[in-house]
């Protein structure tokens, strides 16, 4: 009797000891990119968006030529940038199966266009995911083996699982199918609700009450109807954080940004429009979107027990930056493990793992963008616009498997005047640990 108490006590031992490790919340996560140039004619029928390069699959099973099919049900979060080659359109459509759930428009007349956007979903296994042309345009985007513009970016987030509080991680996404006129300083009221974990998200305010403390990240991406100026800042409480902002003449343009806070329960985020702001949307058109997930909750930090890496950093005054150097950014959103250098641009990583980077910038005026993510001295992707008369922007992303003592890093591309003044930030540099996993050396036990 007594050995096989103690056999079973063990095997229940060993069972949990298993179960902990397995336990690691092991999230799918890939970023692919296109280094060359693709061109989709305007045919009656829209066209998926091939990608060469594989820049990071962690069990995603699925990425065929760029399809990305769901093996587990949960809530994704999907990044989508791109640019044009000169005078011509991206015009992109992220599908969900047969649904249009986010789209990417870029066009400036004899120049080259970038456009971005994000959105989270709810997936069920066998669900699949792309990025389509769409119907009866053209579309040009730019690429070569060392400019990667155009990257597809998928990440599964912890928040269908229960948290330690019981309760599930938040996590939103809003998108505008509608044109829309905001009067200066008032809020941007996204009308479709993608996704709402917890209801946080009030359509008739626009503003989205955090559920539960803990660590948030935020994407916003807009489309300005055309001729008209894009304009807009994220708010925390009434706490300025920072902005969007774009302008092409005859055309429509884009702009997007990322930024992770540490936030209390019942601190609110909203995106304000800075001046009279005149939106494009349509409900085949869905551009102006606004999404956040709860990467963690307070209790979950406070624990010490799961590994929380997670900095975000912005620029606050116009920088110079010449050729070849990294960007230094000075206003420190969120820097919880002291990761991110402030002498010399670079996040160090701490532990080795898979993690999510997102880089935007805007330029001076007449000035244009080129700056790359670079990860050690290997070459990850870039963002470049430039747009005659006016302020360029866009933004890139990857998800990168890490090891500890790495260094990630943004980088010009020739001479690049990035615009940043205290309250208006446009260039940021966002990055956090998924998860403590790596995709090289799998860890075993
Ligand atoms: C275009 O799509 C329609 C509807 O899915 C299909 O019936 C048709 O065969 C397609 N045409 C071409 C040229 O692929
Ligand atoms: C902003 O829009 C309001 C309402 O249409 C208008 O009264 C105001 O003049 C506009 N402001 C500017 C600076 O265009």
Redesign the pocket.
């Known amino acids: 009797m007594m050995n096989i108490k103690l056999t079973c006590t063990s095997v229940i031992l060993q069972l949990l000891f298993i179960f902990q490790v397995q336990g690691q919340f092991d999230p799918i996560a890939f970023t692919l990119g296109q280094d060359s140039h693709v061109n989709i004619l305007d045919v009656a029928n829209a066209t998926q968006i091939p990608f060469s390069v594989v820049i990071t699959n962690h069990q995603a099973a699925s990425l065929n030529s760029g399809v990305f099919t769901c093996s587990e049900a949960g809530l994704y979060k999907f990044q989508v940038y791109s640019l044009t080659k000169s005078d011509t359109n991206v015009f992109l459509e992220l599908y969900v199966n047969d649904k249009l759930v986010a789209s990417l428009w870029g066009h400036t007349p004899g120049d080259y266009a970038a456009a971005g956007n994000a959105v989270i979903l709810p997936l069920m296994s066998g669900d699949f995911v792309k990025v389509m042309s769409r119907s009866q345009y053209a579309v040009n985007v730019y690429g070569t083996p060392d400019e990667i513009y155009t990257t597809f970016t998928g990440v599964q987030l912890g928040s269908l699982e229960l948290n330690t509080e019981g309760s599930k991680l938040s996590a939103f996404s809003v998108t505008l199918n509608q044109h829309q006129?905001i009067?200066?300083g008032q809020n941007v009221l996204y009308n479709n609700i993608l996704t709402d974990v917890n209801g946080a998200y009030d359509v008739t305010s626009g503003v989205y009450t955090v559920p539960s403390s803990g660590l948030y990240i935020f994407h916003f991406f807009s489309l300005a109807r055309q001729n008209k100026e894009l304009y807009q800042d994220l708010y925390h409480n009434n706490q300025y954080v920072c902005s969007i902002y774009g302008l092409t003449d005859q055309d429509w343009a884009d702009a997007g940004n990322t930024v992770l806070l540490h936030l209390k329960q019942n601190d609110e985020i909203s995106i304000r429009a800075d001046?009279?702001n005149s939106l494009y949307g349509a409900a085949d058109q869905i551009y102006t979107t606004f999404s956040g997930a709860q990467l963690v909750t307070d209790t979950d930090m406070n624990s010490g027990q799961e590994k929380i890496i997670a900095f975000s950093v912005g620029l606050s005054h116009h920088a110079t930056v010449t050729s070849n150097n990294k960007v230094i950014f000075d206003r420190i959103f969120l820097d919880l493990q002291h990761a991110y250098n402030q002498m010399s641009g670079e996040f160090i990583v701490p532990v080795s793992g898979l993690y999510e980077f997102n880089y935007h910038a805007l330029g001076k005026q007449n000035g244009k963008i080129w700056l790359e993510l670079v990860h050690n001295y290997r070459y990850v992707n870039s963002l470049y616009s430039h747009t005659p008369n006016h302020y360029a922007t866009a933004g890139n992303s990857a998800v990168l498997d890490l090891d500890a003592g790495d260094v990630v890093f943004v980088k010009s591309h020739g001479d690049v005047d990035l615009y940043g003044t205290d309250k208006e930030v446009y260039c940021t540099f966002t990055g956090y640990l998924l998860a403590p996993i790596s995709t090289n050396n799998e860890i075993v036990g």
């Open positions: 006129d009067i200066g001046g009279n």
